[in-house]
């Protein structure tokens, strides 16, 4: 069973004027069709959609300057995509709101990536249409640093080690150094520490494993040279 929707403006930050939009958010096209009802979210979806495209351009438009068309184009997509909206959803535990019907239910799909992912959107549909584009924009950018506090590392994707390197070699000629620092923890579940550096920068990163350990490192220095250069992600 959903939550009482009068508990969520607690976990999401924001009161609706019109409770009646927030009740179209949560509620999914399963729910309507066991309930007859004339409404479900997914108009609310098709709004939000847009109006997050524009939030955050403006929002990339406004936070990077030295970044071009290309980057801020990519930096959108990867913050308005499935896994990003639905990990939002997740942080907002919007999934536990969610009006299913009962087959939705037992599938599992308040917690399915593209449910969420559509509950999200909705939401910013409703908030737009409840209280205009300066409020919307304002939560949802406050919603955005909390869970990517650091939105242009979303380009760096599954392969920073990779962008970090494509990086180094264009403008210094130079290879990021990898070394373990330490190996911390038990022989089967070990902790590795491992420092990456280039050109007198450096950053570190800790995993389970060394590949996971210099992945974090690079994502890391992507941070720290972006800082400097924020035309790394051009």
Same mark, same amino acid.
Do not use: T, W
């Given at each position: 069973?959903?939550?009482?929707? +009068?508990?969520?403006?607690? @976990?999401?930050? !924001? %009161?609706?004027?019109?409770r009646e939009l927030l009740r179209k958010a949560l509620t999914h096209r399963s729910y309507a069709v066991e309930h007859n009802l004339q409404y479900d979210n997914q108009r609310l979806e098709f709004l939000g959609d847009s109006v997050a495209d524009l939030v955050l351009s403006e929002w990339l438009f406004n936070e990077y300057p030295g970044i071009?068309? +290309?980057g801020m184009t990519k930096m959108r997509a990867s913050l308005v995509?499935? #896994?990003?909206? $639905? $990990?939002? *959803?997740?942080? =907002?535990?919007?999934?536990?709101?969610?009006?299913?019907?009962?087959?939705?239910? %037992?599938?599992? +799909?308040?917690? @399915?990536d593209s449910t969420l992912s559509d509950l999200t959107e909705a939401l910013i549909g409703a908030i737009y249409l409840d209280s205009g584009y300066e409020n919307v924009r304002d939560w949802l950018i406050a919603v955005y640093k909390q869970v990517f506090p650091e939105p242009c590392l979303c380009l760096a994707g599954d392969n920073p080690k990779g962008m970090l390197q494509e990086y180094t070699q264009r403008v210094w000629n130079l290879t990021p #150094? !990898?070394?373990?620092? $330490?190996?911390? +923890? /038990?022989?089967?579940n070990p902790n590795? =520490?491992? *420092?990456?550096?280039?050109?007198? !920068?450096? $950053? @570190?990163?800790?995993?389970?494993?060394?590949k996971a350990a210099e992945a974090q490192a690079a994502k890391?220095?992507?941070?720290?040279?972006? %800082?400097? #250069? /924020?035309?790394?992600?051009?």
């Open positions: 069973m959903a939550e009482d929707i +009068g508990k969520l403006k607690y @976990r999401i930050n !924001y %009161e609706f004027k019109n071009k068309e +290309g995509c499935q #896994d990003a909206l $639905a $990990a939002i *959803a997740r942080h =907002l535990n919007l999934g536990a709101f969610l009006l299913l019907g009962n087959g939705e239910i %037992e599938s599992g +799909g308040a917690e @399915r #150094d !990898y070394s373990v620092v $330490a190996v911390n +923890g /038990p022989d089967h590795f =520490l491992v *420092a990456v550096s280039v050109n007198g !920068y450096e $950053a @570190r990163g800790c995993a389970v494993n060394r890391k220095l992507l941070e720290i040279l972006s %800082e400097r #250069d /924020p035309c790394i992600f051009n």
